[in-house]
């Protein structure tokens, strides 16, 4: 418990002293933001801080903070680590630096802001994965609430019924100006979400469950190593690529620059509170890694959820708990196909005030969610995982050129290269090793990733040289 209690410590000073440090590298100013300069009635609309704040949690959730945290949670309590500080060193600054840096350019997509730092390669690139990761996403947000959905209603009513719906909701949440129901319904789902959490901590607490301390041992009964998986499997609780696609959705809506920290850095750190509570719990709930996995093995992520909640928290409280593990997987999915919807509407030039030209971007875009919904849910997670964390290499990487560029000393560009030379190494190291990729072993995985990053940490070394004896020469009077 005094691990959890530690843990939860570390992210309140992150946010008050590092998540300050990274604002001041930023330097946020008094321009106005898109939100008034493109204001259009559909995405660039002004919202209060407190709203935006809880859109961009919901946008980010998913059932990633719960879902990857009681996978991760295989490995012992070492994922507290990886969550709080990939958090606070990683996470946090990524989505500050993706939404700040969207909203300095009118409220661009990753995919657009890589064009512009990374070159006209990596913009056609990024398209193509950004949109890829996107459908990857919706689809994975909409088959784990339908399964759960499906446990709470009649035999009826089942996950193929629930699909339907949600796609349905999709559709009309990714047409719609973003004040219609995203602006209205994500602030309830909001508190809801942050309700359930405290309510699985309660539950955690009040009903004597044993919270194990922080230990560095690899506990996951499979064998499986630390290094790269555990990395991978808590994407959303730690860092994840897809909050770069979901920054730019509030980089449209807040209405100072001064509002970044409290939205995009804050809702990193909370999403990282609801992991850390699911993963304590459903370690707890166990009794050990062994019985939670074999629970994950036997049921699914869903049911390990339904179990847990129902098994704290009773019937009524954990239907209470389950509605909020629905919504978050539902409002991140319905903004994974609306930024996809965006990054389109860019490389097509359709102007997305036209409902015709929402239209016709939205319905094919459904439609391949669709086909997805009937692959295999566990394939889907392992490259949505994989995925997230090369999109989150990428994003840190322009971030990193964008501060060489812009910072008032180049070198603080350092709080985004090292970041991004870590999650370098992560990705590649995973796809070498994960059965979805090479499958090959740690002797040629280890050394190959960690070469990938030392090159790239290398290159960075040699640009921030050049940056700094550039602005070191005498100017032409």
Not at 103 to 131: C, N, T
Request: some cysteine.
């Amino acid at each position: 418990m005094i691990s959890l209690i530690l843990s939860f410590a570390v992210l309140i000073l992150g946010y008050i002293f590092y998540g300050s440090f990274v604002e001041k590298v930023f330097a946020p100013d008094d321009r106005k933001t898109p939100a008034y300069t493109k204001q259009d009635g559909v995405d660039f609309i002004p919202m209060p801080t407190w709203k935006a704040f809880l859109v961009q949690l919901l946008n980010i959730a998913g059932t990633g903070p719960i879902f990857g945290a009681i996978m991760g949670a295989c490995f012992g309590p070492v994922v507290f680590l990886w969550i709080i500080f990939g958090s606070v060193l990683g996470g946090g600054v990524h989505d500050y630096m993706c939404g700040m840096i969207s909203e300095r350019h009118d409220g661009a997509s990753i995919a657009e802001l890589s064009g512009i730092y990374l070159g006209k390669a990596a913009k056609w690139f990024m398209r193509g994965f950004s949109v890829l990761l996107l459908l990857l996403t919706g689809t994975v947000f909409v088959n784990s609430p339908a399964a759960l959905l499906a446990r709470l209603t009649p035999e009826a009513l089942g996950t193929g019924f629930w699909i339907v719906v949600i796609l349905l909701y999709y559709i009309l949440a990714t047409l719609l100006p973003i004040d219609k129901i995203i602006g209205r319904l994500y602030p309830v789902f909001g508190v809801i979400l942050i309700v359930m959490a405290v309510g699985i901590l309660g539950g955690t607490v009040v009903g004597g469950y044993h919270i194990p301390e922080i230990t560095l041992q690899d506990l996951h009964p499979d064998n499986l190593p630390i290094w790269p998986f555990m990395f991978v499997t808590v994407a959303c609780g730690a860092i994840s690529g897809f909050h770069a696609t979901q920054s730019p959705l509030m980089s449209k809506c807040i209405t100072s620059e001064k509002q970044g920290r409290k939205v995009f850095y804050a809702a990193m750190l909370t999403e990282s509170v609801i992991a850390l509570i699911w993963a304590s719990g459903g370690v707890a709930f166990y009794g050990a890694t062994g019985g939670l996995s074999t629970a994950i093995a036997e049921m699914g992520q869903s049911g390990v959820v339904y179990d847990i909640s129902t098994g704290m928290l009773g019937l009524v409280g954990g239907i209470l708990a389950i509605v909020g593990v629905i919504a978050c997987p539902i409002t991140s999915g319905d903004t994974a196909f609306r930024s996809a919807r965006l990054i389109l509407a860019e490389m097509t030039k359709l102007d997305q005030k036209q409902i015709r030209n929402r239209l016709i971007i939205t319905i094919p875009l459904l439609g391949l969610g669709a086909v997805l919904t009937q692959l295999d849910f566990n394939v889907l997670w392992r490259y949505f995982s994989w995925s997230n964390q090369t999109l989150a290499m990428i994003a840190l990487w322009v971030a990193t050129v964008y501060l060489l560029k812009n910072a008032k000393k180049a070198w603080l560009s350092l709080m985004t290269a090292l970041p991004a030379s870590f999650m370098s190494a992560v990705s590649l190291t995973y796809i070498l090793m994960a059965d979805e990729g090479l499958g090959l072993s740690s002797s040629v995985g280890y050394p190959a990733g960690i070469g990938f990053a030392l090159v790239l940490f290398g290159l960075y070394c040699w640009r921030l040289v050049r940056t700094l004896n550039h602005s070191e020469e005498p100017k032409a009077q």
